[in-house]
């Protein structure tokens, strides 16, 4: 009987321990306070006219956030993203020329090898039109990340790897937090770099030109400070841009209703008569054969030289090429591509329109400066 007992009494004891380390196990004991991610959301300012175009594009997968646009900003002036640390974003798009490279046809890259196209400006880059949402003078990519990707393992630009830029930037001390700051990880790899690049420049927006501010005034009604009236001679220019049978500028670079002062179309503007494969090099439509992006006539004198390959250093070239110059033997020519025969007067009147959208305020920001 007491044998009896001594085996009941162990038995009791085993089941006992067993339940006590099953306890231990299921017991969760939090090391620390879990992270929570939280960025803060950022609401472009836009000037009050920009509400007559169409809404900024904004990817769902790429909200703009106050942390995002802060590490896009940083990265843009970043030198680590070329192979041999010297150029960044920002060599090729400098913000006192209104993000375009000054002076360069076409802009060097790492060990001065220079590249194929003239560095575009960038401002306004929220925006596209009804039917095209593609970037770049010939419209390789579909939207500013993608955009953003390319010149890093180009080898006319940075000839890197986004391996090694990605090791880079993680080797050093101030940008894995940034990254947790504005993505949530501090992992960093070529996908969360580009979507803070894009966020950034989706924030370079001009619209405070001379001619903004008499817009506002003359036609939305809106008091500012100061005298926004045009001369003479910039009114005669903007009748000469908005007319058919004058300068005719208006359908590739839109009306002051349309703000942007470009269609964001590709158009084959009669600049060769054998011409670059321009959009055919993407599409492979012998229909696409030299159409380039229409640019935008906002900030012309922060950003000579002219055209997709920088042949024009002045604006007294680029009128007079419209003027008497236009290759009508190019193929798939725009139809509205004609001798426009302005006198001396004409052109200057034009031009001294053009510098009407000229916005200092765009190119002094700080906001935009490292």
């Given amino acids: 009987m007491k044998r009896i007992f001594n085996y009941t009494l162990l038995i009791i004891i085993l089941l006992a321990s067993c339940r006590e380390d099953d306890d231990s196990v299921d017991q969760i004991i939090p090391s620390e306070e879990p992270k929570i991610f939280s960025p803060t959301p950022y609401s472009l300012e836009l000037p009050p006219h920009f509400n007559l175009?169409?809404?900024?594009?904004?990817?769902?997968?790429?909200?703009?956030?106050?942390?995002?646009?802060?590490l896009g900003k940083k990265l843009f002036f970043e030198k680590l993203l070329s192979k041999d640390n010297s150029i960044s974003c920002a060599s090729c798009h400098a913000p006192e020329n209104a993000f375009n490279d000054p002076g360069m046809a076409r802009s060097l890259g790492v060990g001065g090898t220079m590249s194929i196209r003239n560095a575009m400006p960038l401002f306004n880059l929220a925006w596209g039109s009804v039917t095209s949402q593609r970037f770049n003078w010939h419209g390789s990519v579909t939207s500013l990340e993608a955009q953003a990707l390319g010149p890093v393992r180009d080898p006319l630009e940075m000839q890197e790897t986004w391996i090694n830029v990605a090791s880079k930037l993680q080797g050093t001390n101030d940008y894995p937090p940034l990254f947790e700051k504005a993505f949530g990880t501090n992992i960093i790899d070529s996908n969360l770099v580009v979507k803070a690049i894009a966020q950034f420049e989706r924030t370079l927006i001009s619209g405070d030109s001379k001619f903004d501010r008499y817009f506002l005034?003359?036609?939305?009604?809106?008091?500012?400070?100061?005298?926004?009236?045009?001369?003479?001679?910039?009114?005669?220019?903007?009748?000469?841009?908005?007319?058919?049978?004058?300068?005719?500028?208006?359908?590739?670079?839109?009306?002051?209703?349309?703000?942007?002062?470009?269609?964001?179309?590709?158009?084959?503007?009669?600049?060769?008569?054998?011409?670059?494969?321009?959009?055919?090099?993407?599409?492979?439509?012998?229909?696409?054969?030299?159409k380039f992006k229409t640019p935008s006539v906002r900030n012309l004198a922060f950003t000579a030289p002219y055209m997709h390959d920088g042949r024009f250093n002045t604006l007294d070239e680029v009128v007079e090429f419209y003027n008497s110059g236009v290759n009508n033997n190019s193929p798939n020519i725009d139809g509205r591509q004609k001798p426009r025969n302005l006198n001396a007067q004409q052109k200057a009147d034009l031009i001294a329109f053009l510098n009407t959208l000229n916005d200092s305020s765009f190119v002094r920001n700080p906001s935009f400066r490292p």
Avoid: Y
């Avoid at 175009?53 to 646009?69: C, F, K, Q, R, Y």
């Avoid at 009236?229 to 009306?255: K, N, P, V, W, Y």
């Fill in 53 to 70: 175009i169409n809404s900024p594009i904004i990817p769902a997968d790429n909200p703009l956030t106050v942390e995002g646009i802060a």
């Fill in 217 to 290: 005034e003359n036609e939305l009604g809106i008091d500012l400070p100061g005298n926004h009236t045009l001369s003479q001679a910039e009114q005669r220019g903007f009748d000469i841009f908005m007319a058919e049978g004058t300068g005719d500028c208006f359908h590739c670079h839109g009306t002051p209703f349309q703000i942007l002062w470009s269609n964001n179309e590709f158009v084959n503007n009669g600049l060769d008569a054998d011409p670059d494969s321009g959009l055919a090099w993407i599409t492979k439509n012998p229909l696409d054969v030299g």
